[in-house]
């Protein structure tokens, strides 16, 4: 079976899991599907949006990450989790989707559709038709801390993917002073701060292990997920196939 040593920022990822042993990932509940919401701290329609994600993230059934996007900025207040790399992200949907726009709340269910990100009843709802109409993860992947090694499984299925990191912050309450949203302080859950591809699959059973001797020295309180996404083009990402994630104190799921 394939077995790839990854090298580079990876080490950061065993670092802030503080060497923890997570369940092994073979006994990891496999997640029901994936929750990507676009939000941002300066936009007044967002914080149901993300109470919803952070219902889901608590309840852990899904795979659920927040993008925090920068494009909201000029009115007043600088979203201190945005970036323009999620921005990007979600306009490389919106061209997947075939959107001239974007727009706050999003949420991208397993990389194939969108809607409302406020909406917690429809994402549920949605999430569990997509699997019944056989849109839903159908490739297992795991994911263990083991004597001082990250080891991501990703199983066999067909078609090919990249196998992407997304690193978050598992928890952070923010108060916002100006802007729509002046004067609150929000508790925002699972908000992305970086994002990699470590991997292609190509329908194999795939291991990926970064050796103890990558790892770094920096802690944090956060977490990673990791996705096997399909991509239209090199620059405009698809339909989510598998996925899983690891948080502090070992979990994961």
């Known amino acids: 079976m394939p077995r790839r040593r990854i090298v580079g920022c990876l080490a950061a990822l065993l670092a802030l899991m503080g060497g923890a042993t997570a369940a092994p990932a073979q006994e990891a509940r496999p997640a029901s599907g994936v929750v990507e919401l ?119 299925g067909q078609g090919k993917a990249n196998i992407v990191i997304a690193y978050f912050e598992r928890e952070r309450a923010i108060e916002i002073d100006k802007g729509e949203n002046r004067g609150k302080t929000v508790n925002y859950w699972h908000a992305v701060t970086d994002m990699e591809t470590i991997g292609m699959w190509e329908g194999k059973e795939t291991n990926l292990i970064l050796p103890a001797a990558m790892l770094a020295k920096k802690k944090t309180s956060g977490g990673c997920a990791v996705l096997l996404q399909r991509m239209r083009t090199a620059e405009t990402p698809g339909a989510i196939l598998g996925a899983t994630l690891l948080v502090p104190g070992g979990q994961a799921r």
């Open 38 to 156: 676009f939000t941002s701290q300066g936009c007044s329609s967002c914080p149901p949006a993300d109470k919803a994600l952070e219902t889901l993230a608590r309840e852990g059934s899904v795979v659920a990450l927040a993008y925090h996007v920068d494009y909201w900025n000029y009115l007043g207040w600088a979203d201190t989790l945005g970036s323009k790399e999620n921005t990007e992200r979600q306009y490389a949907y919106a061209r997947m989707f075939g959107r001239n726009g974007v727009y706050t709340p999003q949420a991208v269910l397993n990389g194939r559709e969108h809607m409302n990100g406020a909406d917690l009843p429809g994402i549920r709802a949605r999430i569990d038709a997509l699997s019944g109409e056989g849109k839903g993860l159908s490739v297992p992947v795991g994911i263990e801390v083991k004597n001082d090694e990250l080891r991501i499984r990703v199983g066999e």
